[in-house]
């Protein structure tokens, strides 16, 4: 997908109240779904994980997208700054649709279905993999060049 079509990005815009209020309680879930995996888990900082700071951090980097989705320049420091952090955390593409399989019911479980109907998920489902694949583009640059040096 080169673009996201305007109703998905009216509905990931739609929700940003939502995820302001629960974002933390929305990561903290996913999380927990994504460590069910323990190849995933060693991946990330468990004191972050258990002070909360990691969580708050990707609730405010998803609040973040959902209200600059229409204006993704605006998230070029940000996505910079996850593209050094993933690569020096060893993150590659395969791990992306474990982080949706994570987040998207997570999303669900935290606001509940008559909010998060299934056009809010099928507008999730396509902005994450929006921003999944140009992060995993920029990505595979930075290895690349890291490899090159």
Not at 76 to 82: I, L, N, P
Not at 121 to 140: H, P, R
């Amino acid at each position: 997908m080169t673009q996201l079509t305007a109703d998905t990005i009216a509905i990931v815009k739609a929700t940003a109240p939502a995820l302001r209020k629960h974002g933390v309680e929305i990561t903290t879930a996913m999380y927990a779904r994504l460590f069910e995996d323990a190849s995933i888990k060693d991946m990330f900082d468990q004191a972050a994980q258990e002070s909360g700071e990691q969580p708050k951090r990707l609730a405010a980097a998803i609040l973040g997208y959902a209200e600059n989705i229409d204006r993704l320049q605006a998230l070029d420091g940000a996505v910079a700054r996850m593209v050094q952090r993933h690569v020096e955390t060893g993150v590659k593409a395969e791990h992306y649709p474990k982080v949706a399989e994570a987040l998207l019911p997570a999303i669900r479980d935290v606001l509940g279905a008559e909010v998060a109907t299934d056009a809010v998920l099928d507008a999730w489902g396509q902005a994450y993999w929006f921003l999944a694949n140009i992060l995993i583009g920029k990505e595979a640059q930075a290895y690349e060049d890291a490899e090159a040096a």
